[in-house]
């Protein structure tokens, strides 16, 4: 059972908004509600939060005085912002944190959050329990906000050897009420996960349409273009700054995966270059097995939701 | 106008079942229906398209004397079989063919394609119009064979010098007759634009797969799957034996398309490296209003079908 009397949020968008809309509908989880603060990167986006009824107190971001109640005996605070800016909004938030406070977060990568929060921290780093609700939709924006966009999605933390345990069980608690299904693993695990199967594959997208526009024949190219490309590169739709940040923000990782899949593209490369028709059809034959093996418990577990867009 | 009194289509699965179905449809653009012939790869699979209604007669490939009766006269023969099979084909066609027969194929490449009848037809090359429709369907085989399979969709000829127009124009009657809409390039052209748009994401969808499973930590990072690795990697669920011989017989096209697409992919590894967010951020931008101009053609250009699986 989850319950708070302040809950603060430092970005009132699609992630921080569905979460306030998940908790104000009282789902069973959670106790008698309480006052949801949301701390706007502006006063209008925070405004447009109280107006739909997302939050009951709206909060600018340079508002010091404003931020400062916001985090008076707050339960608990979720930075829901880029993680590019998760570092000055936990300097912002360690100068009005109080002792009884956990911090959580949701930004897409883990490693460099947990070092920017032990660096805005400090000695109070055990009151940062570092998470991740992997949620999304096309849209964004407090607009896009859904009460059920955590109902059966999968959120990971990443607990610190610094946190107490009923700290993270509390986190936990909150996102469960919110509908979600809660797994543990390390921040390095976490980012070595994201970045083998949503960053890469980002980047990977972005790629092959860069290495089309690059071609003097690209517009003929474009205009044969069909399903193959249309699906590896739907999601090049994405937003350039969100993918910049995530790429510098799990650096390490990501080039690990990448040079792992360099790796077997240059594989599949000699195999092309010699006419090595056996190793490329069991390459292709073991991928396909293990994609369709993917897409079956994808289907059997009709709990579990794809999101669209999840970082 | 298109008319034949005799059609031999060598392979009757789904490209070649859906052209005959098209055309027994007495569609607008077609004189009387002639007859067709069908030449399975076995007996059974041409007594199946017979069955079905597909084809007037039906042939095994390894019954030399049918073969002989079906190409006897014909009008157009179609090689409808995959890219490997093509050189074999066009022997057997070579030992039976008339002075008056043009022969078409259906092959996703086509460099490899015209060295394959050049050795098999030698002095009466002009006899063979290159050519490759635009289709598919997920699911192939002739039950799987539709009549508007080509309605709209592209049909690319790429004429030899040694044909004679009249050659071209007939064939493209044929397609046109089928609801397709014809473009004429060089082979090598051809051959450019699908490794780029096709055969390079296959390549780089199957790699993307095989790079997570050789991963100690693969089913963990496959549990974790969604959006982006569902939509990337899609297209690896298409048949290993096809895009082994696809890859092989586009050989030199898509090594260079592969080498662009790698070369992009070191450029982002070495702003990914050094955090040149500036880089990452205009090339991920470039993309993606290109990603988004091509979705927003395709939508305007209604009449246009992608097909879910076009080699």
């Known amino acids: 059972m989850f319950s708070f009397n302040k809950l603060a949020i430092f970005g009132v968008g699609l992630i921080g908004g569905s979460l306030a809309r998940a908790l104000r509908a009282q789902p069973a989880g959670l106790g008698p509600l309480g006052q949801i603060f949301g701390i706007g990167r502006s006063a209008s986006s925070a405004a447009r939060a109280l107006e739909l009824g997302v939050i009951d107190h709206a909060v600018a971001l340079n508002d010091e005085t404003g931020v400062a109640h916001a985090l008076a005996d707050a339960d608990v605070v979720l930075i829901a912002a880029p993680v590019a800016q998760t570092q000055s909004l936990l300097e912002q938030i360690a100068r009005h944190l109080g002792p009884r406070t956990i911090v959580t977060d949701a930004g897409s990568t883990k490693c460099g959050v947990i070092d920017a929060a032990r660096t805005a921290l400090g000695s109070r780093i055990g ?125 390490a990782a990501l080039l690990r995966e990448l040079d792992a899949y360099t790796g077997v593209l240059a594989t599949l490369r000699a195999a092309i270059d010699t006419g090595d028709g056996a190793v490329l059809e069991s390459l292709f034959a073991r991928s396909r097995e293990a994609r369709a093996d993917w897409g079956r418990e994808r289907a059997a577990s009709s709990s579990i939701k794809t999101p669209p867009e999840a970082g």
Chains 1, 2 share one sequence.
């Not at 069980?169 to 543990?184: C, V």
């Not at 969100?242 to 510098?248: E, N």
């Open 127 to 251: 009151q940062f329990v570092p998470g991740h609700p992997i949620a999304g939709r096309e849209s964004s924006g407090v607009d896009a906000a859904l009460a059920d966009l955590y109902e059966g999605r999968n959120v990971v933390l990443c607990p610190l050897p610094e946190n107490a345990r009923a700290d993270v069980e509390r986190i936990g608690a909150m996102w469960r009420a919110a509908g979600a299904r809660l797994h543990e693993m390390s921040a390095a695990q976490h980012d070595a996960v994201f970045a083998a199967v949503s960053h890469l594959p980002h980047v990977a997208s972005f790629a092959m349409v860069e290495a089309i526009l690059r071609a003097p024949d690209a517009a003929l190219k474009l205009s044969f273009a069909a399903g193959g490309f249309r699906d590896f590169t739907r999601i090049a739709a994405s937003s350039p700054e969100m993918w910049r940040d995530i790429c510098i923000a799990n650096r």
